[in-house]
C-alpha cells in the first residue's frame, strides 16, 4: 500500500503534517476526513519499499521493543518518512515533530524527540543525528550533512532510504536462504541427541544382559553414547570453552586476517561472501558520492561495510594512491581482491563521468549474482544434508539392528 505525506488543518483549526498508507490519495483525504482533518496537500513516497514504513514496519518495530533494539528496517523507514515530508515542503522542525509521532520503538522515539529539539534550539540535523552513533552511523551523518550542505536534504534522505532499504532487502534474502539447512542441522542433531542419551542405554542393557559378543560399530555406538552420558559435565563445557576460544582468535589482531582470508578462499561460501562485501561496498560509495560526500571521505566510510579485513585494508592502502591521482578502477584491479567485471566497469563510469551510476549498476548486478548463489548454495546443501542425516540415523539403526538379529538368530537356532 502506497505511503503519503500531508499537510492539513486539523479539527482545532491548527496546521498538521504526518505521514499514512492509502489505497489513493482520494482515499487518503477520505481516512482524514474521518479525524477531523481537511488534507491541503498530499505527496506519495516513490520509494521502492515505501510500504515498510508502515503497518508491516510496525510488527518489526513491535517485536524489537520486546529486546530494547531498533532495527535497520526501523531505520529506513524513519529516513523515508522525513524524505517524504520533506519533499512536501513541510519544515525540518514540523517533519521531525511528525516522525516522533509515528513512531513505536521506545528507543527511536527518544532519539527523534531529542534530535527534534536540538534542531529546534538551531542545532543542525546532522549534528543532532551524531549524538545517536548506535541509531545513525557515519555514513548516514556524513550524507545528512552532504544534504543540508548542498540545500538537497530531501532527495539526499530519499537516496540514503533505498540504499538502506535494499541492504536490509539483501540481508533478508541472505537470512531467509539459511533458516532452512539450520532448522535441518538442529533436526539432525535432536535426533541424534535423543538416539544418544535415550534410546541407546535402554538397548545397551539388554545386550548386557545377554552377555554378547558385539559388532564393532554397535560397541563405537555405545561407547560414544556413554561418553556422552556419562560425562557430559566434562566434555560440555571443553566444547563450549572451545567454541569461545575460537570466537576470541577470529576476533583478535593475529586471527581476524587470517580467518577472513579463509572465508574468501572456502569452496561454495567464499565467492558469496566476496559478492555480498562488494555489493553492500559499491553501493554504500555510489550513495555517498551521489549525495555529494567527497570521494577520500566517502572511501574512508564505505571502507567499514565491507566486513572483511583483507578486503578493507586493499581499500585503505587504494585511498593513498586515489589521493595521487590514481583511478578507483586502476587501484582496486591492482589488488586482485575484486572481481574484474567490478573493476571494469568502474572503469567505464569514471570515463564516463557517471562513477555514481556505474556503482550502483555494480551493486545491483552482484546483488542479483548473490540472489543466484544463494539458490545454487540451498539447492546443494539440502540434498547434501539429507544425506548426511540419513547416513548418520542409518548407522545408528543398522548398528542396533545387527545384534538383534543375531540375537533372533540364536534363539531359533
Not at 128 to 148: I, N, Q, V, W
Not at 150 to 173: C, H, I, Y
Amino acid at each position: 500500500m502506497p505511503l503519503f505525506a500531508y499537510k492539513g488543518i486539523g479539527a482545532d483549526g491548527k496546521s498538521v503534517a504526518g505521514v499514512r498508507e492509502a489505497d489513493s490519495p482520494k482515499a487518503l483525504r477520505a481516512l482524514l476526513r474521518k479525524d477531523g482533518v481537511v488534507v491541503t496537500d498530499v505527496v506519495e513516497s516513490k520509494g521502492k519499499k515505501a510500504a515498510s514504513a508502515g503497518a508491516g514496519l510496525r510488527r518489526e518495530v513491535n517485536f524489537a521493543d520486546v529486546f530494547g533494539r531498533v532495527s535497520r528496517a526501523e531505520i529506513a523507514a524513519v529516513t523515508r518518512q522525513i524524505a517524504t515530508l520533506l519533499k512536501a515542503g513541510i519544515p525540518l522542525a514540523e517533519t521531525l515533530g511528525a516522525v516522533f509521532e509515528q513512531v513505536d520503538n521506545v528507543k527511536l522515539k527518544a532519539a527523534i524527540g531529542e534530535v527534534k529539539t536540538a534542531v529546534n534550539e538551531g542545532s543542525a540535523l546532522a549534528d543532532a543525528l551524531a549524538k545517536h552513533p548506535r541509531l545513525f552511523d557515519d555514513l548516514y551523518c556524513s550524507m545528512t550533512r552532504a544534504g543540508e550542505m548542498s540545500g538537497n536534504l530531501d532527495t539526499v534522505l530519499t537516496r540514503l532510504a533505498d540504499f538502506l532499504e535494499a541492504g536490509q532487502e539483501l540481508r533478508s534474502k541472505i537470512q531467509g536462504a539459511m533458516i532452512y539447512p539450520i532448522i535441518m542441522m538442529l533436526m539432525g542433531a535432536g535426533i541424534m541427541t535423543i538416539l544418544m542419551v535415550a534410546v541407546i542405554p535402554n538397548i545397551t542393557e539388554i545386550f548386557a544382559q545377554r552377555d554378547q559378543a558385539l559388532p564393532w560399530n554397535t560397541e563405537l555406538l555405545i561407547f560414544t553414547s556413554h561418553v556422552i552420558g556419562a560425562y557430559w559435565w566434562l566434555w560440555a563445557p571443553a566444547l563450549i570453552a572451545a567454541v569461545w576460544l575460537f570466537v576470541r582468535w577470529t576476533r583478535s589482531d593475529e586471527g581476524k586476517p587470517v580467518w577472513h582470508r579463509f572465508l574468501l578462499k572456502v569452496p561454495l561460501f567464499g565467492p558469496l561472501v566476496r559478492q555480498v562485501a562488494v555489493a553492500r561496498f559499491a553501493r554504500t560509495l555510489g550513495t555517498m558520492l551521489s549525495a555529494g560526500v567527497p570521494m577520500l571521505r566517502a572511501l574512508d566510510i564505505s571502507k567499514d561495510t565491507l566486513g572483511n579485513v583483507v578486503l578493507m585494508d586493499v581499500i585503505a592502502g587504494a585511498r593513498e594512491a586515489i589521493s595521487q591521482g590514481e583511478s578507483v578502477a586502476v587501484t582496486l584491479r591492482k589488488s586482485g581482491e575484486f572481481p574484474p567485471m567490478m573493476t571494469h566497469m568502474i572503469a567505464v563510469g569514471e570515463r564516463a563521468g557517471q562513477l555514481e551510476n556505474m556503482l550502483y549498476r555494480v551493486a545491483d548486478t552482484f546483488d542479483r549474482e548473490v540472489e543466484q548463489k544463494l539458490s545454487k548454495l540451498t539447492s546443494t546443501l539440502e540434498p547434501m544434508m539429507l544425506v548426511v542425516m540419513g547416513l548418520a540415523v542409518g548407522f545408528v539403526v543398522f548398528s542396533i539392528l545387527m545384534p538383534i538379529m543375531d540375537m533372533s538368530q540364536f534363539s531359533m537356532g
